[in-house]
């Protein structure tokens, strides 16, 4: 419990507005990008697999984005 309690007060703490508004992007674009994987994958879409693995990268770099804006604290 010890190594939690800093994580735990920094997503606890006050944001600066750069890395919330940065967040905000983050999660638009990266909720974009997923429900076009999810829309291809139910419907059948046969999308170009490049385009399928962008997509996914897309994904994981906002998520990473979003996680570390969400960790910054003034």
Do not use: D, H
């Amino acid at each position: 419990m010890i190594v939690m309690n800093p994580i735990i007060e920094r997503l606890n703490a006050k944001s600066p507005k750069f890395f919330i508004q940065l967040k905000k992007y983050a999660i638009k674009i990266g909720g974009s990008c997923a429900a076009v994987l999810v829309a291809n994958s139910t419907m059948n879409l046969n999308l170009n697999s490049v385009l399928i693995t962008g997509l996914g990268y897309v994904v994981a770099t906002c998520v990473a984005v979003a996680g570390t804006s969400q960790l910054t604290k003034e």
